[in-house]
C-alpha cells in the first residue's frame, strides 16, 4: 500500500491483531451492486493509495473509470498499473484528460466521484467545477490554500448539494483516536489549554523543500499544507472551533541564504546524481519515483528532487502559533522541519487533570557509510542501539488531579501502528455499506476541511502584519 510521502517514517506493525475498536465493520456489496465510478485528478504520489485500494481490496465497490492530470507521462504510469492488475498484456487504456477537460470526463464516463490529488493550490477549482459537473469528490489534504477558494468551494456545495469527503487519514491512527476518546470521557474535565508540537526530521521535512511545497502560492506554506492534519486533530480532539489566530516563524534552516551562511554553499542543483550527500533525494534510489517523476520531466519539466537550499523559497521551516478556541480553549502549537527525529508531543490540560501523548515516528536520521541519510534506521542494528534513548513508539497517559498517571492501551489499527490510511480507505470507500455510526467520528466533510485551513490561512496573514487575526474576518463563505 503507498503510504503517505516515501520519506515519511514507516507505520510499524504490533504484535496483535486490528481491534474492533478502531477498524469498523460494513456489510457485504450486493452482488449485483453497480461499482461506483472514479475518476482520479491528479496523478503523483498521493494518487498511488486509492489506485491500489481500487486495484485491490475495494474493487467490488468502486472502479476508475478516467485519469486527469498534465503529465501523461504519470498518467501512462498508472494506467500501466491498472492494466497489470486486470491482468492485460498492457495499459487499462482508460480515458484521459487534461484540466480543461474535467467536465467532459465526467460527462463522457459517467463518473460519480472525482479523487482529487493534484497540488493544493488547484484544489478550489477543480473541486468547484467537478460538483457543479455533476460529480461527488473526494479530496486530498488541505481543502485548498485561500480564503477565495474556501468561499468557492463553500458556494458549489451549497448550489449543488453534493459530497465533499475530505481524507483527513490521521484522526484514523488509533493513538490520535484514542486521545479524543479519553477527552470524551471527561476523565481530564473541561478542556482549558493545549500544548502540540510537532517534529518533521531532515529527511521528511526537508522534502517539503524540494517542489511546489515550498511556493507558497501552490501549497500555503506548512501552516496550511502540512498543519491542517494537526491542527484538525485539535478540532477533533476537542470538538471545538478555531476564532484566533496570533503566529510568528520563518525560514531559518532550508533555503539558498541559511545554507550560505552556514557555509554549505554551493550546493547541487537536484538530488538526482549528487551522491553523498543527505539532503539530497536521488529519484534512482527508488524505482516507482524514478518512474513517477523522472522520465515524465520531459512534459512539464516538474522535478520533484530540488534541493531544499535553493535560492526562492517562500515558505517557513519553523512555526509558532497560538489559537483560541470559541470554548474557550487556547493551543500553543510548533512545527519544526529539521529535527533530528519525527515525531509529535501533545498534552491537553483540563479541569480536572491532564492527557499526554507521545508519539516518536523515526528516533533518528542517520547517515551511511557515504554520508547519505538512511530512510529506515531501524534496519540498522547499529543505528537502534544508537536510538535506545528514542525508541519509535506511542504513549497516551493521562493523570487526573490527586491520582497517580495511568497508562492508555491504544488499540491495533490497520497497517501497523500509526497508520491511518488502510482505515481511512474503508471508510472512504465502503461508506455506504457501514453497519452503523462510527463511534469515533472520524469521517469528516468540507466544513472540517475549512476549520482545519481556516487556521493556516490566518496564519499566514499574521505572518505577514505581525497582528493576530480574527477567523471571522476571512469570510470563508460561511461560518465556521
Ligand atoms: N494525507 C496525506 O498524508 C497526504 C500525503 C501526501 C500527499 N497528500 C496530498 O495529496 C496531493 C498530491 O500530493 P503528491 O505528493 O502526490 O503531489 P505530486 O506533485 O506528486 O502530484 C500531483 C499531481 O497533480 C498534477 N497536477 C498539478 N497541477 C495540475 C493541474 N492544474 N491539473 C491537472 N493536474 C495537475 C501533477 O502533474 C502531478 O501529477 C496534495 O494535495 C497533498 O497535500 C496527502
Not at 511545497?213 to 499544507?225: F, I, M, N, P, T
Amino acid at each position: 500500500m503507498t503510504d503517505q510521502n516515501p520519506t515519511a517514517p514507516r507505520a510499524r506493525a504490533g504484535a496483535g491483531g486490528p481491534s474492533p475498536l478502531v477498524v469498523p465493520r460494513f456489510a457485504e456489496p450486493e452482488p449485483d451492486a453497480p461499482r461506483r465510478r472514479y475518476a482520479v485528478a491528479g496523478t503523483g504520489h498521493r494518487a498511488g493509495m486509492y489506485v491500489d485500494a481500487l486495484n485491490g481490496p475495494h474493487r467490488d465497490v468502486g472502479e476508475i473509470v478516467a485519469w486527469l492530470d498534465r503529465n501523461p507521462g504519470r498518467i501512462d504510469y498508472y494506467d500501466a498499473s491498472l492494466g497489470r492488475a486486470q491482468g492485460l498484456d498492457g495499459p487499462a487504456g482508460l480515458p484521459r484528460y487534461g484540466a480543461d477537460g474535467l467536465e467532459r470526463m465526467i460527462a463522457e464516463n459517467a463518473v460519480d466521484a472525482v479523487i482529487v490529488t493534484t497540488i493544493d493550490s488547484t484544489h478550489a477549482e477543480l473541486v468547484d467545477r467537478a460538483l457543479r459537473a455533476g460529480a461527488d469528490v473526494v479530496v486530498e489534504k488541505p481543502l485548498t490554500t485561500t480564503a477565495e477558494g474556501c468561499r468557492r468551494i463553500v458556494h458549489a456545495v451549497a448550489d449543488t448539494g453534493r459530497d465533499v469527503v475530505m481524507t483527513f487519514n490521521y484522526r484514523y491512527a488509533p493513538r490520535n483516536s484514542s486521545l479524543r476518546e479519553v477527552i470524551r470521557s471527561g476523565a481530564i474535565g473541561d478542556v482549558t489549554s493545549i500544548h502540540f508540537e510537532w517534529a518533521l526530521d531532515t529527511v521528511h521535512g526537508a522534502d517539503y523543500f524540494r517542489r511546489w511545497h515550498r511556493d507558497k502560492e501552490s501549497s500555503g506554506g506548512l501552516a496550511v499544507h502540512k498543519s491542517s492534519h494537526h491542527l484538525d486533530l485539535v478540532n477533533y480532539w476537542i470538538g471545538d472551533v478555531p476564532t484566533r489566530v496570533y503566529a510568528r516563524g520563518g525560514l531559518k534552516f532550508y533555503g539558498a541564504e541559511n545554507a550560505k551562511a552556514r557555509g554549505l554553499w554551493p550546493r547541487p542543483e537536484r538530488g538526482t546524481g549528487s551522491r553523498n550527500d543527505p539532503f539530497s533525494l536521488d529519484l534512482h534510489d527508488d524505482p516507482r519515483l524514478a518512474a513517477l517523476y523522472l522520465e515524465p520531466e520531459t512534459h512539464d519539466g516538474y522535478r520533484r528532487d530540488g534541493d531544499p537550499f535553493a535560492e526562492g523559497i517562500t515558505i517557513e521551516d519553523n512555526l509558532a502559533l497560538v489559537v483560541d478556541y470559541r470554548g474557550g480553549a487556547v493551543l500553543t502549537y510548533s512545527l519544526n522541519a529539521h529535527s533530528p527525529w519525527e515525531g509529535y508531543k501533545v498534552t491537553v490540560n483540563g479541569t480536572e487533570g491532564r492527557a499526554e501523548l507521545e508519539v516518536i515516528e523515526r528516533g533518528a536520521v542517520i547517515r551511511d557509510e557515504n554520508g547519505r541519510a538512511v530512510l529506515d534506521p531501524s534496519a540498522t542494528p547499529e543505528a537502534l542501539g544508537r536510538s535506545a534513548l528514542r525508541p519509535e513508539g506511542e504513549r497516551l497517559v493521562v493523570q487526573r488531579h490527586w491520582e497517580v498517571a495511568r497508562e492508555i492501551e491504544i488499540p491495533e489499527g490497520l497497517g501497523g501502528h500509526g497508520g491511518g490510511d488502510a482505515i481511512l480507505l474503508m471508510d472512504v470507500l465502503r461508506r455506504h455499506l457501514r453497519t452503523g455510526d462510527d463511534p469515533l467520528g472520524r469521517a469528516a466533510g468540507y466544513r472540517d476541511g475549512l476549520r482545519a485551513v481556516a487556521v493556516g490561512i490566518a496564519a499566514n496573514i499574521s505572518l505577514t502584519t505581525g497582528q493576530a487575526v480574527d477567523i471571522s474576518t476571512l469570510d470563508l463563505g460561511e461560518d465556521l
